[in-house]
């Protein structure tokens, strides 16, 4: 049986930075990936989705110089050259960070990784199985596209976000479950492309992480684009009839279209993973449980989608970077993420720093908000897209939060980060210096404009 110092069960940005980190350090790694390096971002989640909503940003720009009548024209979008980009970029990319890896001294195991026994790994591949042990082992197995009984993809035409990723034309129309970043982005994408979007969200609104008054000025925007939004409407039944996808809600409601999405959200992967062995504990949806500094068990990590704490590449990717400096001896601390970065990409976008006003509110704090809108923005009027606002969230007189809807407020999203973190107020704003003109500058007028109070609904 081969013996490594850790053995990390997952290919993801979570895996792949801790493995980088830990062979750089002289330490022998074993990474076990069963699908393809890179995990869900690269290969069927962040990464073709935004190279796919690269492909009609263009579009959304012309859209808003027609609309301020200084440009007309046409640009049309090849979908079939399109896939085969994303394709082999992704699997290039793939192949590329495997080659990296190894060269780093990484063994890469292609297979399932199941635990046998503390510290002991099975690796099932298609010619049979490995067991390997290690001191320590880094679960970073991420997660996979949630289902529900009645809302269960069948892959003919009610899909999960991987089948659509890898449709080979775009559907007359599609019907989405959830409204969250992955239901929105793939909507904004396919509506750009022709296929009448219609989105069905259970909560009260669409981008249900959001606060009202952000999620409110995203539903305009997409419904000014021809999206259809259903929000508070609760999907019952969806299979596929005659052809078709066909969508019953709770209130009676068919909802017919030719394809549908299933984007309710995630389950970790942590079936047939048998963590219990290695002494971990899942919670009642699946999750691994952790501690303050990441540990299952003794020697046992959980980093990324699968110990559930924040579902986003970059939070694994941290989260990697510090168990695997923790292996090290050079992290004695409790892990801290800081305030965690979230975007939601395409035409409208929406970007958050920190907390929202809803949630500080449902937690008994005083929150007052200020605000600027971005048609005060000499760079937002110049691109077309005024439409739109940045907020900040105020708690006992500190920044809590930055939040912002928008054309391009993903670029917002470092500043906000750093402005929160380094703890500036209006009192010490004015030692930074920003940039003009710049979409930025928009991020310091609402941090300086009038407060209001909020009270909770």
């Known amino acids: 049986m081969q013996s490594f110092d850790t053995i990390i069960l997952g290919g993801g940005p979570g895996g792949t930075t801790a493995a980088r980190i830990l062979a750089r350090a ?10 393809h390096l890179g ?8 990464i073709p989705t ?23 024209g046409e640009i049309a979008v090849d979908f079939a050259a399109l896939q085969t980009r994303v394709s082999r970029f992704t ?24 635990a046998i026994a503390p510290g002991t790994i099975r690796v099932h591949a298609a010619d049979g199985h490995t067991d390997i042990k290690a001191q320590h082992v880094i679960l970073a197995c991420g997660s996979s596209s949630a289902s529900f009984p009645g809302l269960t993809p069948d892959h003919d035409c009610v899909l999960d976000s991987t089948d659509l990723l890898g449709i080979a034309s775009v559907p007359e129309s599609l019907v989405i479950i959830g409204a969250g970043a992955i239901g ?12 009448k979007v219609t989105i069905v969200e259970a909560a009260p609104h669409i981008a249900p992480l959001e606060d009202a008054d952000v999620a409110a000025e995203l539903r305009r925007a997409l419904q000014k684009n021809g999206i259809t939004c259903h929000e508070g ?24 279209a030719a394809k549908a999405l299933v984007a309710v959200g995630r389950t970790p992967n ?24 990441l540990e299952a068990a003794p020697n046992i990590y959980a980093v990324g989608d699968v110990n559930g704490r924040v579902l986003l590449a970059h939070a694994a990717e941290h989260q990697g970077a510090y168990v695997a400096e923790r292996i090290l001896g050079q992290r004695p601390e409790e892990y801290q993420s800081g305030p965690v970065p979230s975007c939601v990409y395409g035409g409208m976008e929406v970007m958050r720093v920190g907390q929202t006003a809803d949630t500080l509110l449902r937690e008994g704090k ?30 006992d007189g500190r920044i809590a939060g930055i939040a912002a809807v928008g054309a391009g407020v993903s670029h917002l999203v470092m500043v906000a980060l750093l402005l929160i973190k380094e703890g500036y107020t209006e009192q010490n704003l004015h030692e930074i210096m920003f940039a003009h003109p710049t979409l930025d500058e928009i991020v310091s007028m609402s941090i300086l404009a009038p407060r209001a109070r909020v009270e909770q609904n």
């Not at 995990?39 to 069927?44: A, K, Q």
């Open 39 to 46: 995990g869900t971002c690269l290969n069927c989640g962040c």
């Open 50 to 72: 935004k190279m796919l909503l690269g492909a009609v940003a263009p579009l959304a720009l012309l859209h808003a110089q027609q609309r301020i009548r200084v440009a007309k």
């Open 366 to 395: 005083n929150v007052k908000v200020s605000q600027a809108a971005l048609s005060l923005n000499p760079i937002a009027q110049a691109s077309g897209g005024t439409a739109g606002f940045v907020k900040t969230v105020w708690s």
């Open 233 to 256: 409407a609760r999907a019952k039944d969806l299979r596929t009839v005659n052809g078709q996808a066909q969508l019953t809600l709770d209130d009676g409601t068919v909802i017919t």
């Open 270 to 293: 942590t079936g047939g993973l048998q963590a219990e062995q290695l002494g971990c504990k899942l919670n009642k949806r699946g999750y691994v449980e952790t501690d303050t500094f």
């Open 184 to 195: 929105l982005e793939l909507g904004d994408f396919f509506s750009a492309m022709g296929s």
């Open 26 to 35: 002289g330490k022998s790694v074993a990474l076990v990936e069963k699908n």
């Open 91 to 114: 699997k290039g990319t793939s192949q590329t960070l495997g080659k990296s890896l190894a060269s780093l001294g990484v063994m890469l195991f292609s297979g399932r990784g199941e």
